[in-house]
């Protein structure tokens, strides 16, 4: 079970950046990690994901640690319609399955 | 990208009786997925549902509960059958598109949310 381990809950400012940690130490060579985001009653959304090298797009930065057992979500500037569930997600390279953990609420305070 | 369109998109139930989701993708796409929300939790894979053969079910979850079709590229349902009020859930279904192995994204529904009584 590709299992990631991520705090509960996260609380942010309007316009600050936000980092969300993910711990998987027990990661192998060839998981990816992923991260969808889950918004108020809505299906999860893809957000980003990585192999090795930190990865930029228009939502959102990751940037993972030389060992590979961490990683970290970076949203630059938060803003409320950011407010969600975020999931962190170990995805075997071979295997199309997710696993969803609890994930982290985000709350954003205006 | 993928635009999926679930339907119904609330429904309250009587035990005993069973529902039929529909699931709709803008695009053809081989790989489609049914999941379950329950109450305050996170998502939980029920099957995978590829066109041209049978759903595959994961741990927990069996085809006579959880009847699926697959009968085209764009189109899937699920079937919450003999429903009792711990059916209480979102269910949702999602495709992958790009599927390249690590680098594929999957798209989600906006859920059916089921209400048993």
């Known amino acids: 079970d590709a299992k990631t381990t991520q705090p509960n809950s996260m609380e942010s400012n309007e316009e600050e950046p936000v980092h969300l940690p993910c711990n998987h130490s027990?990661?192998?060579?060839?998981?990816?990690i992923h991260w969808y985001r889950q918004l108020p009653s809505q299906g999860p959304e893809y957000v980003i994901h990585g192999l090795t090298s930190n990865v930029n797009n228009r939502m959102a930065s990751l940037a993972i640690a030389e060992d590979r057992k961490s990683s970290t979500l970076i949203l630059h500037r938060a803003t409320l319609r950011d407010a969600a569930v975020y999931y962190c997600?170990?995805?075997?390279?071979?295997?199309?399955?997710?696993?969803f953990g609890k994930g982290t609420l985000l709350t954003v305070n205006p | 990208s993928a635009v999926i369109s679930q339907k119904p998109s609330r429904d309250i139930c009587q035990r005993g009786t069973s529902l039929t989701i529909q699931c709709q993708v803008d695009s053809q796409v081989t790989m489609m997925f049914w999941y379950r929300q329950q109450p305050g939790q996170s998502l939980t894979l029920i099957a995978t549902?590829?066109?041209?053969?049978?759903?595959?079910?994961e741990s927990g979850f069996v085809i006579d509960k959880f009847p699926i079709s697959r009968p085209n590229l764009t189109f899937s349902t699920l079937t919450v059958s003999n429903m009792s009020p711990e059916d209480s859930s979102i269910y949702l279904c999602?495709?992958?598109?790009?599927?390249?192995?690590?680098?594929?994204?999957?798209?989600f529904g906006p859920g059916t949310r089921l209400t048993v009584l």
């Open positions: 549902a590829n066109q041209g053969s049978e759903a595959t079910y």
């Open positions: 999602s495709v992958v598109v790009g599927w390249t192995s690590g680098t594929d994204t999957q798209y």
């Open positions: 997600i170990r995805k075997c390279g071979s295997n199309y399955k997710l696993t």
């Open positions: 027990t990661i192998s060579g060839t998981d990816y």
